[in-house]
């Protein structure tokens, strides 16, 4: 089956800097990738929409401007977390459609101290 | 807007005991539902989709538009069924997003 990967599995920061979250799809193109936060015992909420070539598209509460996502080719997708605060703690999943199927990558752990 | 309600945050059952995972929506065009599982420490991963009909790992979910529900069934659970189980309606528009409810944690008991 297809694969979808993310870099860093966990990553841990200081307060006020930014971090980059990666995801790939391994064996195959995507020409859209989502990106989901998902809090302790807690459903995975969507937060934006990843277009390859084009802007991002946002759900409803999410700061564009704080979450800055890049769908650099039709394998890649970055999602940064900007001036992280202790709030933005949390996993972050991205997911990919491969024909009607979405195949999630594994997450990354944020904690921002 | 699409809205996905999974009433139950823990199902706890006993190995062999019959196992249903409630799932509504709301949606006023046709409905796309999916049922997705995370197992301990793995990804999510589909486990079905009401439009292919079939069974996995021995689970089935119908479609009843009557009730605007999606219940997960399966008539004997076995202890390796113990995850965390997602129900999803997808966007029926462009986007291809998924709308997930709030999960139920099933727990089978030996």
């Known amino acids: 089956g297809a694969v979808v990967s993310q870099h860093p599995s966990r990553v841990i920061c200081k307060s006020g800097t930014s971090v980059k979250i990666e995801c790939r799809s391994l064996?195959?193109?995507?020409?859209?990738m989502f990106w989901y936060r998902q809090f302790p015992k807690q459903s995975l909420m969507l937060m934006a929409t990843?277009?390859?070539?084009?802007?991002?598209?946002?759900e409803q509460g999410v700061e564009k401007d704080k979450f800055l996502i890049n769908h650099a080719s039709l394998t890649l997708s970055t999602l940064t977390v900007t001036s992280a605060h202790p709030e933005d703690s949390s996993f972050y999943i991205c997911?990919?459609?491969?024909?009607?199927?979405?195949?999630f990558g594994p997450g990354t752990r944020l904690t921002v101290l | 807007a699409q809205r996905v309600t999974q009433p139950e945050k823990l199902l706890s059952v006993f190995k062999g005991a019959p196992v249903e995972l409630k799932c509504n929506y709301s949606?006023?065009?046709?409905?796309?539902l999916f049922w997705y599982v995370q197992y301990s420490r793995q990804r999510l991963q589909l486990l079905l989709r009401?439009?292919s009909r079939e069974s996995i790992k021995g689970f089935t979910a119908d479609l009843n538009k009557g009730e605007t529900s999606f219940h997960l069934k399966k008539p004997f659970a076995q202890e390796e069924d113990s995850a965390m189980y997602y129900c999803?309606?997808?966007?029926?528009?462009?986007?291809?997003?998924?709308?997930f409810g709030t999960g139920t944690l099933l727990a089978v008991q030996p």
């Open positions: 009401h439009i």
């Open positions: 990843s277009n390859e070539g084009s802007k991002a598209t946002y």
């Open positions: 949606y006023s065009g046709s409905p796309e």
């Open positions: 999803a309606s997808r966007d029926g528009g462009a986007t291809n997003k998924l709308i």
């Open positions: 064996d195959f193109q995507a020409t859209t």
């Open positions: 997911s990919a459609p491969r024909t009607d199927t979405q195949y």
